[in-house]
Nanobody, 126 residues
Framework: QAQLVESGGGLVQAGGSLRLSCADS????????MGWFRQAPGKEREFVAA????????YYADSVKGRFTISRDNAKPMVYLQMNSLKPEDTAVYYC???????????????????WGQGTRVTVSS
């Protein structure tokens, strides 16, 4: 079966940077929208960023816009989330996700996203 595998999480100080990676290990989602969600302790899962299959369109939550950048390399295939200027409120488990719909749909109707990775934990200390 298809599998999404996240990596790159860890502990970082506020103001620092971290890059998350997501491997489409069976090359199933090359023509799919890819994205990232996160879930902080005691909170519901929230949309972070999405990218269209060819990388032509990107979407970001207001809370991360200007600090995070999503990208993808369909030759590997891999999806990345570059996180800069990290804040303690960015602490969460980050999940890679895939969706056959256009990229804007991932953020607008996240409850319809069916393909998820297992998550990688990011902790930002103050």
């Amino acid at each position: 079966q298809a599998q999404l595998v996240e990596s790159g999480g860890g502990l970082v100080q506020a103001g620092g940077s971290l890059r998350l990676s997501c491997a489409d290990s069976r090359r199933t989602f090359i023509r799919y929208t890819m994205g990232w969600f996160r879930q902080a302790p005691g909170k519901e899962r929230e949309f972070v960023a999405a990218i269209s299959w060819n990388g032509g369109s990107t979407y970001y939550a207001d809370s991360v816009k200007g600090r995070f950048t999503i990208s993808r390399d369909n030759a590997k295939p891999m999806v990345y989330l570059q996180m800069n200027s990290l804040k303690p409120e960015d602490t969460a488990v980050y999940y890679c996700a895939s969706d056959p719909r256009p990229a804007h749909a991932m953020g607008s109707t996240p409850r319809l996203v069916d393909f998820w990775g297992q998550g990688t934990r990011v902790t930002v200390s103050s």
